[in-house]
C-alpha cells in the first residue's frame, strides 16, 4: 500500500506477482489500484538511490523537477496527455522512491499488440486516416504542454500511449516527463521565432505565432 497525501494506492497481483506494464530506463511502470475509487490507475516507481541498468539514478534536484512537473499537471487536464493522479516519496529499507500515479492507457504504447493489430485490420485508407488522427492528437498534446511552458524532450513511440474511448475506439496521449523541462514565460518566447524559416514546408508549433497554433 502506497499512501498518498489524498489517495492510497495498491499494485494489482496476478498470480503471486505484481501487474508489470514495462521494465523502463528511468523506473518500472505497474498496474495499480486506486483504494477510494477502486479504479485502475498505472503506478511508475522511480529509484532515486540506485543506478539501473546501467542508468543513472535521478539526482534529487532531477526528482524534484519531475515531482513539481508532476504536481502541475496533476492540476490541469487534457485528453492527450496522461492524466497525473498523485505522486509521493517512499522509502524502502534505506532506498528512497519516487511514485507517480496516472490515468491507465489500456492499450499500450505505439510499440504495442493493438497498433500492429489495427495495421494489420485496416485498410490503407484507414491506416492513412488513423495515423492523421494519432498526429494530430500528438500535436494537440504537445501545443498543451508549449501553452503551458512545458517543453517534454522525450517525444519517442515508447512515450505515445493509446486509451481506451468508448466513442472514437481510442485517444493518443502523451506521457514520461521524466525528461521535461518546465520553462519561464520569458524562456518560451525565445523558442518563438519566423526568422530564417519561410521556405520549409512544415514548421514546428513554436515557429508559428500564437494565433496560427490551433
Ligand atoms: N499510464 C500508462 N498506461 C499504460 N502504460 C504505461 C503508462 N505509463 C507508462 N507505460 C508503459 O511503460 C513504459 C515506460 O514508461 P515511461 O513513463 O515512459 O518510463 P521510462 O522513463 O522508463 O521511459 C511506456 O513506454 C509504456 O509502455
Ligand atoms: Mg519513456
Same mark, same amino acid.
Given at each position: 500500500m502506497i499512501e498518498c497525501e489524498n489517495a492510497t494506492f495498491e499494485r494489482?497481483?496476478?498470480?503471486?506477482? $505484481?501487474?508489470?506494464?514495462?521494465?523502463?530506463?528511468?523506473?518500472d511502470v505497474y498496474e495499480a489500484i486506486w483504494k477510494e475509487k477502486e479504479k485502475k490507475v498505472a503506478a511508475k516507481k522511480i529509484s532515486l538511490s540506485e543506478q539501473k541498468?546501467?542508468?543513472?539514478?535521478?539526482?534529487?534536484a532531477e526528482a524534484d523537477a519531475i515531482r513539481r512537473l #508532476?504536481?502541475?499537471l496533476s492540476e490541469k487536464e487534457h485528453p492527450n496527455i496522461v492524466k497525473i493522479f498523485d505522486c509521493t516519496k517512499q522509502l524502502v529499507r534505506e532506498k528512497e522512491f519516487f511514485w507517480v500515479f496516472m490515468e491507465l492507457c489500456?492499450?499500450?504504447?505505439?510499440? #504495442?499488440d493493438f497498433f500492429a493489430n489495427k495495421l494489420k485490420e485496416k485498410s490503407p485508407k484507414d491506416i492513412e486516416i488513423m495515423k492523421v488522427r494519432i498526429m494530430a492528437d500528438i500535436a494537440h498534446g504537445i501545443t498543451f504542454l508549449h501553452d503551458n511552458g512545458i517543453v517534454h524532450r522525450?517525444?519517442?513511440?515508447?512515450?505515445?500511449? $493509446?486509451?481506451?474511448?468508448? #466513442?472514437?475506439?481510442?485517444?493518443?496521449?502523451?506521457?514520461?516527463?521524466?525528461?521535461?523541462?518546465?520553462?519561464?514565460?520569458?524562456?518560451? #518566447?525565445?523558442?518563438r521565432t519566423t526568422k530564417g524559416q519561410a521556405n520549409l514546408p512544415f514548421k514546428p508549433?513554436? $515557429?508559428?505565432?500564437?494565433e496560427d497554433r490551433q
Open positions: 494489482v497481483v496476478e498470480d503471486g506477482e $505484481f501487474i508489470q506494464l514495462s521494465r523502463g530506463a528511468y523506473g541498468a546501467g542508468n543513472v539514478a535521478p539526482s534529487i #508532476s504536481a502541475t489500456e492499450h499500450g504504447d505505439l510499440k #504495442s522525450d517525444i519517442t513511440h515508447k512515450n505515445i500511449l $493509446f486509451a481506451k474511448d468508448p #466513442s472514437i475506439d481510442f485517444v493518443v496521449k502523451l506521457t514520461d516527463f521524466s525528461l521535461s523541462k518546465k520553462l519561464e514565460p520569458e524562456d518560451m #518566447s525565445s523558442l508549433p513554436e $515557429f508559428l505565432p500564437r
